[in-house]
T-cell receptor, first 114, second 113 residues
Framework: SQTIHQWPATLVQPVGSPLSLECTVE??????LYWYRQAAGRGLQLLFY??????ISSEVPQNLSASRPQDRQFILSSKKLLLSDSGFYLC?????????????FGPGTRLTVT | AQSVTQPDIHITVSEGASLELRCNYS??????LFWYVQSPGQGLQLLLK??????LVQGIKGFEAEFKRSQSSFNLRKPSVHWSDAAEYFC???????????FGKGTTLSVSS
């Protein structure tokens, strides 16, 4: 069965510090991978998605970046965090069967920028 | 523009009562529709999806949803709510390629005894 991991689970970082959040998927190969951010009362906002190693699409211009160094690893980074980067970050992967697909989410990382 | 609207921010339902959560979408192409549930501090769990065929779809935990193209709606229903159903519910729409899902802002469900 497939499993998605995220770490850390919680993180408190000062403004201006760097960020690295990691997501890995087990039990599948060549998945589509996604980073979402969830802010209170605002639903989920897609930040990045990737259809393969080194292939990253950005949905929202910001001071965040994403990388996919391995097939099942997706990393979200920032060189200098802003207060507005606080939120709940969710990694997801999608599974396709024929014309249908499903998107599965990891447990999330709660980021607080102070 | 593509969007999903969940008109109700917060709903309270008595345990054992029926539930309907509303979802309206605006999408230029054939919509692929999803409902997710999120418990506090957790990730999202897929409840059900609609791609084609029968417009009434069954999901996990006793939930169902009905796709109504004429009303651009995909409302989630459950005949009898349990206290464990208290959570936040998200409706989402996607394209055929699955490159991105657009989410509504969510509806928080509280269950009273």
């Amino acid at each position: 069965s497939q499993t998605i991991h995220q770490w850390p689970a919680t993180l408190v970082q000062p403004v201006g510090s760097p960020l690295s959040l990691e997501c890995t998927v087990e039990g599948t190969s060549n998945p589509n991978l996604y980073w979402y951010r969830q802010a209170a009362g605002r639903g989920l906002q897609l930040l990045f998605y990737s259809v393969g190693i080194g292939q990253i699409s950005s949905e929202v211009p910001q001071n965040l970046s994403a990388s996919r160094p391995q097939d099942r690893q997706f990393i979200l980074s920032s060189k200098k965090l802003l207060l507005s980067d606080s939120g709940f970050y969710l990694c997801a992967w999608s599974y396709r069967t024929g014309a249908s697909y499903e998107q599965y989410f990891g447990p999330g990382t709660r980021l607080t920028v102070t | 523009a593509q969007s999903v609207t969940q008109p109700d921010i917060h709903i309270t339902v008595s345990e054992g009562a029926s539930l309907e959560l509303r979802c309206n979408y605006s999408y230029g192409a054939t919509p692929y529709l999803f409902w997710y549930v999120q418990s506090p501090g957790q990730g999202l769990q897929l409840l059900l999806k609609y791609f084609s065929g029968d417009t009434l779809v069954q999901g996990i935990k006793g939930f169902e949803a009905e796709f109504k193209r004429s009303q651009s709606s995909f409302n989630l229903r459950k005949p009898s709510v349990h206290w464990s159903d208290a959570a936040e519910y998200f409706c989402a729409v996607g394209d055929w390629a699955g490159t991105a899902l657009i989410f509504g802002k969510g509806t928080t469900l509280s269950v009273s005894s």
